[in-house]
T-cell receptor
Framework: KAGVTQTPRYLIKTRGQQVTLSCSPI?????VSWYQQTPGQGLQFLFE???????NKGNFPGRFSGRQFSNSRSEMNVSTLELGDSALYLC?????????????FGPGTRLLVL | QKEVEQNSGPLSVPEGAIASLNCTYS??????FFWYRQYSGKSPELIMS????GDKEDGRFTAQLNKASQYVSLLIRDSQPSDSATYLC??????????FGAGTILRVKS
């Protein structure tokens, strides 16, 4: 089975711009979660989508948003980029949210905001 | 108290030794636990998951969960230089939200 894929892998933007990142989960996985990883804050949960519905949201400002399509592919959008948004953005997929269910991470999108 | 806490290390062990990585957690993330390994510049990859008290073994890896002490650990036997990485402990408060510790850097010296 193919793993989680994310596009693009690298991105350079300037402050004030917006960006859209894409994630394709493992085939058959209906849950997609997004995380931000920075050296200072570590790995932090952004939000989770299941069957096109956002089920969980982390403590990030409203500039961070996402959506999920009927084929389980997901996108996240960051508007009005700030320097502090420079990070590795990771997408993870799982079949369901059962206690023992595992999340598998994609390779990530590295975003640099100048 | 942070939801998941790890000693950031680095933890240095000689090749062939046992590496012991530890993690404590708060009541809010007590459903299940995961250990991920992350090489520099790469994304996290799952090593072990555990959600019942006791030990769970997979090859050279053993995860231990002690719910009474709110403590989860990962033992790596016969450590190899290729095990050098950052090890992330994650707890699950509910749904598919994972809460990660800061990660422990492991260095295996040959």
């Amino acid at each position: 089975k193919a793993g989680v894929t994310q596009t693009p892998r690298y991105l350079i933007k300037t402050r004030g711009q917006q960006v859209t990142l894409s994630c394709s989960p493992i085939s058959g996985h209906r849950s997609v979660s997004w995380y931000q990883q920075t050296p200072g804050q570590g790995l932090q949960f952004l939000f989770e989508y299941f069957s096109e519905t956002q089920r969980n949201k982390g403590n990030f400002p409203g500039r961070f948003s996402g959506r999920q399509f009927s084929n389980s592919r997901s996108e996240m959008n960051v508007s009005t980029l700030e320097l502090g948004d420079s990070a590795l953005y990771l997408c993870a997929s799982s079949i369901s949210d059962a206690v023992q269910e595992t999340q598998y991470f994609g390779p990530g999108t590295r975003l640099l905001v100048l | 108290q942070k939801e998941v806490e790890q000693n950031s290390g680095p933890l240095s062990v000689p090749e062939g030794a046992i590496a012991s990585l530890n993690c404590t957690y708060s009541d809010r993330v007590s459903q299940s636990f995961f250990w991920y390994r992350q090489y520099s510049g790469k994304s996290p990859e799952l090593i072990m998951s555990i959600y019942s008290n006791g030990d769970k073994e997979d090859g050279r890896f053993t995860a231990q969960l002690n719910k009474a002490s709110q403590y989860v650990s990962l033992l790596i036997r016969d450590s190899q230089p290729s095990d050098s990485a950052t090890y992330l402990c994650a707890g699950r408060p509910g749904g598919n939200k994972l809460v990660f510790g800061a990660g422990t850097i492991l260095r295996v010296k040959s």
